[in-house]
């Protein structure tokens, strides 16, 4: 059975500052992984993804995230956080090998930023 | 183009009472998904329908809850007799396909908040 970690339920920075946002799985085989963004009073949409191939993945609005087998992580970073990317960030995690086709999602967690 | 589309978008009904909420998916996604969001609790999945296969209903929380799709697009979640904990968002999300293709992204709509009073 695959699970998500996201560290940290909120993460406040400051307009300018470095963007990290934290995220672990559990699986015996590396999933596919996900980063979503939600905005209030709006569905998820994706950030970036990883499936295969380069682990340092560039998604929209400045995002990246790495895949580090070793460390079973993904987490999320920006180098320079805008005020517009104040939401709330979720990992999301799919199991590759078919065992289960039910994406699980992490707890979210709620970027602050202050101006 | 149309994204995932929902209705209604708020919902307040009285304890007990039936509710239907609606999901329109992209055209063409043969993956339908129904998710609830409470309050810092991340998204609970309910449902997942993939083509004209049986649906995998292992996350609905009760038998007061059941969804269809029929043909292949449009889905209902309804929530019969309903109850105060089952305040929250409904999201609904597509998918071009899932199953072994998981690799696929979700779309997913605005929601519905339901308040159960």
């Known amino acids: 059975a695959q699970s998500v970690t996201q560290l940290g339920s909120h993460v406040s920075v400051s307009e300018g500052a470095l963007v990290l946002l934290r995220c672990n799985y559990s699986?015996?085989?590396?999933?596919?992984l996900f980063w979503y963004v939600q905005y209030p009073n709006q569905g998820l949409q994706l950030l970036l993804k990883?499936?295969?191939?380069?682990?340092l993945v560039k998604g929209i609005n400045g995002f990246e995230a790495e895949f580090k087998k070793s460390e079973t992580s993904f987490h999320l970073t920006k180098p320079s956080a805008h005020m517009s990317d104040a939401a709330e960030y979720f990992c999301a995690v799919s199991d590759r090998t078919g065992g289960s086709y039910i994406p699980t999602f992490g707890r979210g967690t709620s970027l602050i930023v202050h101006p | 183009g149309a994204g995932v589309s929902q209705s209604p978008s708020n919902k307040v009904t009285e304890k007990g009472k039936d509710v239907e909420l609606r999901c329109d998916p992209i055209s063409g996604h043969t993956a339908l998904y129904w998710y609830r969001q409470s309050l810092g609790q991340g998204l609970e999945f309910l449902i997942y329908?993939?083509?004209?296969?049986?649906?995998?209903k292992s996350g609905l929380p009760s038998d007061r809850f059941s969804a269809e799709r029929t043909g292949g697009s449009v889905s209902t979640l309804t929530i019969q007799r309903t109850q105060q904990e089952d305040s929250a968002v409904y999201l609904c999300?597509?998918?071009?396909?899932?199953?072994?293709?998981?690799?696929?992204?979700?779309?997913f709509g605005p929601g519905t908040r339901l308040t159960v009073l």
């Open positions: 329908f993939q083509g004209n296969s049986a649906p995998d």
């Open positions: 999300a597509s998918s071009l396909e899932g199953g072994a293709n998981s690799y696929n992204e979700q779309f």
């Open positions: 699986s015996s085989v590396p999933p596919y």
């Open positions: 990883y499936t295969t191939g380069a682990t």
